[in-house]
């Protein structure tokens, strides 16, 4: 299993700009999520999925969208950049079998976004 | 208050050494907690679930005090490998309720 993937590792973006932050899983995990860690801050989440079809908004959804047409993939987007969205961006996944919320969650490598 | 803290370091320990790192959590309702390790870098990996009655594995022991809404995490004759951020995660309940904290840095040294 690859686990959790996430493409691409760096980026820059100018200001104003769109992208997508990609992230699948192989683990047949329901549960997927998207948090951005900045300095002296915890990792906050974006937004998050509990299955195909199904999303709803973190703490900070603002600027960002999703969508999970699969279980394996769970992208973000990026409306249009601003240099307040530099930062680290994990994905992340969990089994669903245990119920309740989550909490033992498998992340991604991360990517790198800085905007200018 | 923030509803997760952590002292955030460095904590500079010389390799054997015994290190203990506290976090304080607000929500009194909270269910559940974690302690992860993430390496400079790198993503988070959970190190230890934190159970009412204390829980150890090998060198590490975690540990949670509801009354007084703190959980701990006990590192015995540290490793240089042990070096990393320690984030402390409390669930709240509900997708929405997972907070982490900042993180205390870890560096052991030769």
């Known amino acids: 299993n690859a686990g959790v993937t996430q493409t691409p590792k760096f980026q820059v973006l100018k200001t104003g700009q769109s992208m997508t932050l990609q992230c699948a899983q192989d683990?047949?995990?329901?549960?997927m999520s998207w948090y951005r860690q900045d300095p002296g801050m915890g990792l906050r989440l974006i937004h998050y999925?509990?299955?195909?079809?199904?999303?709803d908004q973190g703490e900070v959804p603002n600027g960002y969208n999703v969508s999970r047409s699969t279980t394996e993939d769970f992208p973000l987007r990026l409306l249009s950049a601003a240099p307040s969205q530099t930062s680290v961006y994990f994905c992340?996944?969990?089994?669903?079998?245990?119920?309740?919320?989550?909490?033992?969650?498998?992340f991604g490598p991360g990517t790198r976004l800085t905007v200018l | 208050r923030k509803e997760v803290e952590q002292d955030p370091g460095p904590f500079n320990v010389p390799e054997g050494a015994t290190v203990a790192f506290n976090c304080t959590y607000s929500n009194s309702a909270s269910q559940s907690f974690f302690w992860y390790r993430q390496d400079c870098r790198k993503e988070p990996k959970l190190l230890m679930s934190v159970y009412s009655s204390g829980n150890e594995d090998g060198r590490f022991t975690a540990q949670l005090n509801r009354a007084s809404q703190y959980i701990s995490l006990l590192i015995r004759d540290s490793k240089l490998s042990d070096s990393a951020t320690y984030l402390c995660v409390v669930n709240g309940g509900g997708y929405q309720k997972v907070t982490f904290g900042i993180g205390t840095k870890l560096q052991v040294i030769p």
């Open positions: 683990m047949n995990h329901e549960y």
């Open positions: 999925s509990v299955g195909a079809g199904i999303t």
């Open positions: 992340a996944s969990k089994a669903q079998g245990s119920g309740g919320p989550p909490d033992t969650q498998y």
